[in-house]
């Protein structure tokens, strides 16, 4: 062949290549739409029998009972919880995190730290999902500990102790604000990250305070997570001391403001992957509450729970059919106080929509119901934070909570979240 001749066919090899290269990631890129089936799987829906808007009850259950997890259906059976059903809606994040997901997809591994959960258990992570299309319990931990949630968030929540037997007994009006991401961020400039915090080593800054009643008033804490999986540090301000003590918290399990829910039990979990052993126990279609029709604003409390009727801490929410993976998660530190838990991941937000958890005999103890609401923009905003409930089903006592005001993607200040401010809000 004429050399001139070989080097144009040379090079109509090489762009047919490349236009051939280029058309395979096109067809493999993840988008808004494609979302759900690539990231995760699709829900079956030939499995509701039921039409959208049925309510269901102890007197109708069994039509559905292959979509509800175990714990779910002793709500039902045991706390007269109830639901209305609604049809399927996709969910997917916003255009960034889709965006950052494409383009870091494959360079996030998982470090095997064995029994060394001090150990930092990722490598390569830049940001958005880490493993999409999850094969391993672990990777699916890995993708709710980066799932999306927004960047940051600010929230005005009521937080109410109900005994199955007296009642109501208590409720405390709180805020919480957080910059959730202050690296890997795919939402707010400046992206990637806040500068200053990867030096020091830091995930997340969040500082939540008491608004009533007036005896707390004033009392707060600040939180910091690290990159590393340490307990998470911080400090809380106590107004009748007028002082701000330095403080660690849940280092094993300590319970958060005296409720039923643990420090790590904050949002499903808010531990670290590498504190646990994961195990993918199924992958199913199960009824959730994902669009749940949360109401906020004044009188959302009295809306969005059924607090006159016993056992008064049922919330209202609609139920649809969910991609979920079923994850067994036990435990790597010795003294923790669950000797397992049981966790539904959604598949395609990655974040929890139920749990059960198991007391160190192996009984069920608590189940948390996470009601999330609908995104105000899913191209540039997560889903808004919905009212979860934490039962102690051998106390028969639970912890309600209500958001009543949920603003994401805020663009906080970091300066926000310093000790001084702390001791500023508290007076």
Known sequence: ??????????????????????????????????????????????????????????????????????????????????????EYAHVHPSRG????????????????????????????????????????????????????????????????????????????????????????????DPKPELPGFRERGVQTISMTYALSPFDKLGFGALYVKTIEPKDIQGHIYVPAMRRVLRNTFGTRGDTWNATDLLYEDVRG??????????????????????HSGVKFGKGSTESNFDLKNWPRWNPRAEFEPRPTYVVEVIPKLPDYPYRKMIMYFDAETGLINFKETFDRKGQLWKVMLACWGS?????????????????????????????????????????????????????
């Open 1 to 86: 062949m004429n050399p001139s001749v070989r080097k144009r066919f040379s090079c109509v090899i090489g762009l047919v290549a490349l236009i051939t290269a280029g058309a395979a990631r096109a067809a493999d890129e993840i988008t808004a739409e494609s979302w759900g089936e690539k990231t995760g799987f699709k829900p079956d829906l030939t499995l509701m029998k039921v039409p959208p808007g049925t309510f269901i009850d102890k007197t109708n259950y069994k039509e559905v009972e292959g979509l509800l997890a175990p714990g779910m259906k002793l709500l039902i059976e045991k706390y007269n919880f109830s639901f209305k059903t609604r």
């Open 269 to 290: 979990f808010s531990g670290y992957p590498e504190w646990m052993s994961y195990r993918i126990l199924d992958k199913k279609t199960l009824l959730m509450a994902v």
């Open 375 to 427: 995104s105000p923009d899913m191209n540039k905003m997560p889903p808004d934070y919905g009212p979860p409930i934490y039962v102690d089903v051998q106390s028969e006592h639970a912890t309600a909570i209500n958001v009543t005001r949920s603003l994401n993607n805020s663009n906080l200040d970091p300066d926000l979240f310093t000790i001084s401010q702390l001791r500023k809000r508290g007076t």
């Open 97 to 188: 995190y889709i965006e950052a997901t494409n383009q870091h997809r494959g360079e996030a591994k998982i470090i095997d730290v064995g029994k060394n959960y001090r150990k930092l258990g990722l490598a390569g992570y830049a940001a958005g999902m880490p493993f999409p299309a999850p094969q391993t319990g672990l990777e699916v931990g890995w993708n709710f500990q980066y799932s999306y949630i927004g960047d940051d968030g600010d929230l005005n929540y009521d937080v109410i102790w109900v005994s199955a037997t007296k009642g109501i007994e208590h409720t405390e009006k709180w805020r919480w604000a957080f910059i959730l991401r202050t690296l890997n961020r795919t939402d707010l």
